[in-house]
Nanobody
Framework: QVQLVESGGGLVQAGGSLRLSCAAS????????MGWFRQAPGKERAFIAA????????VYANSLKGRFTISRDNAKSTVYLQMNSLKPEDTAVYYC???????????????WGQGTQVTVSS
């Protein structure tokens, strides 16, 4: 079992930044690929980025690369999502998830956090 807890969401003005955190625990969590997704009201959950705990390799959704950056701190068992130049359309619930392979679809992820709300005001 892997447990994931997100934090860092909130209300921010357009153009601002936020850093989300995902604290991971469990016996073998560092064997997993960690991903970030988001889900806006009325929309499907969408892939943002993923990172490999062991070597730091990353994969991004093309549309978000450059504004969003995924990173990890192995000592703290935490994965981060740095979000810059935020726009109102970035408003969503943001989730972290764990998968045994790099994947951009939700069905490949075995474990999910509870989500954290990000609201970007115009």
């Amino acid at each position: 079992q892997v447990q994931l807890v997100e934090s860092g969401g909130g209300l921010v003005q357009a153009g601002g930044s936020l850093r989300l955190s995902c604290a991971a625990s469990g016996r073998t969590f560092d064997s997993y690929i960690m991903g970030w997704f988001r889900q806006a009201p009325g929309k499907e959950r969408a892939f943002i980025a993923a990172i490999n705990w062991s070597d730091g390799n990353t994969v991004y959704a093309n549309s978000l690369k450059g504004r969003f950056t995924i990173s990890r701190d192995n000592a703290k068992s935490t994965v981060y999502l740095q979000m810059n130049s935020l726009k109102p359309e970035d408003t969503a619930v943001y989730y972290c998830a764990a998968s045994l392979q790099f994947a951009v679809v939700t069905t490949r992820y075995n474990y999910w956090g509870q989500g954290t709300q990000v609201t970007v005001s115009s």
